[in-house]
């Protein structure tokens, strides 16, 4: 119970610095905390490439979770040996919601406030969703993670995708959380089961993890 009363304050203080931020900036990469786009697109290509290489099906369903303004569906719609998944966006921010509604209006219907799918999908994937923190306990940081990607693998038929900024110990600096990348692999496939993890092409730092179900 107390650890769920201090998930819900750390997102209280999420909820405020994206408002905030999105309110800046505008949708745009810096409205959600990133350096650039070259780097957003970068981390989106290699969760969607993954993605790819483990099911080729024509119609894979994806859920974006802490989609922000959206930018994942605009690169979607933009490449073409992407444009076979079905997009679901979610986002605990009701501001960024209505931000991709009103960018996407006839494909609004596609995008929820919360924390996980509305319906169960191939995959859930989540693209800086976990970097911005504001804390500097890591502990805590690590279990809201594990209780986020705990409650969308109930939903995921296939597995998990993501992306970590990763240094030599899991640490908080400047209010972003880094993961220790042979730490998170072994407590992921603790819970969850046999977890893979790549470098991130062109962002240093970066690593994309695969959490497949058997």
């Given at each position: 119970m107390l650890r769920k009363v201090m998930y819900a304050a750390l997102e209280?203080?999420?909820k405020r610095a994206y408002e905030d931020r999105l309110a800046a900036f505008g949708p745009a990469p810096k409205g959600?905390?990133?350096?650039?786009?070259?780097?957003?697109?970068?981390?989106?290509?290699?969760?969607?490439?993954?993605?790819?290489?483990m099911t080729?099906?024509?119609?894979?369903?994806?859920?974006?979770?802490?989609?922000?303004?959206?930018?994942?569906l605009e690169f979607l719609q933009k490449t073409p040996r992407y444009q076979r998944f079905h997009y679901t966006g979610v986002d605990i921010n009701r501001a960024m919601v209505n931000s991709c509604k009103e960018r996407f209006?006839?494909?609004k219907q596609l995008f929820f406030v919360g924390k996980q799918p509305p319906l169960p999908v191939d995959f859930c994937v989540f693209s800086g969703t976990f970097n911005l923190c504001n804390t500097m306990d890591?502990?805590?940081w690590h279990d809201y993670i594990f209780a986020n990607l705990q409650s969308c693998w109930q939903l995921s038929r296939y597995g998990l995708v993501l992306n970590l900024l990763c240094a030599p110990q899991?640490?908080?600096?400047?209010?972003?959380?880094?993961?220790?990348?042979?730490?998170f692999i072994a407590n992921a496939s603790r819970v969850f089961g046999p977890t893979h993890a790549c470098s991130t092409p062109?962002?240093?730092?970066?690593?994309?993890?695969?959490?497949?179900?058997?």
């Amino acid at each position: 119970m107390l650890r769920k009363v201090m998930y819900a304050a750390l997102e209280r203080k999420l909820k405020r610095a994206y408002e905030d931020r999105l309110a800046a900036f505008g949708p745009a990469p810096k409205g959600v905390f990133w350096r650039n786009q070259s780097t957003q697109i970068a981390r989106f290509d290699a969760l969607l490439d993954l993605i790819t290489t483990m099911t080729p099906a024509a119609n894979t369903s994806i859920a974006d979770i802490g989609c922000g303004y959206g930018a994942m569906l605009e690169f979607l719609q933009k490449t073409p040996r992407y444009q076979r998944f079905h997009y679901t966006g979610v986002d605990i921010n009701r501001a960024m919601v209505n931000s991709c509604k009103e960018r996407f209006p006839a494909q609004k219907q596609l995008f929820f406030v919360g924390k996980q799918p509305p319906l169960p999908v191939d995959f859930c994937v989540f693209s800086g969703t976990f970097n911005l923190c504001n804390t500097m306990d890591t502990s805590l940081w690590h279990d809201y993670i594990f209780a986020n990607l705990q409650s969308c693998w109930q939903l995921s038929r296939y597995g998990l995708v993501l992306n970590l900024l990763c240094a030599p110990q899991t640490q908080i600096k400047n209010q972003i959380f880094y993961a220790e990348r042979q730490t998170f692999i072994a407590n992921a496939s603790r819970v969850f089961g046999p977890t893979h993890a790549c470098s991130t092409p062109h962002v240093t730092g970066d690593v994309t993890f695969l959490i497949a179900k058997s």
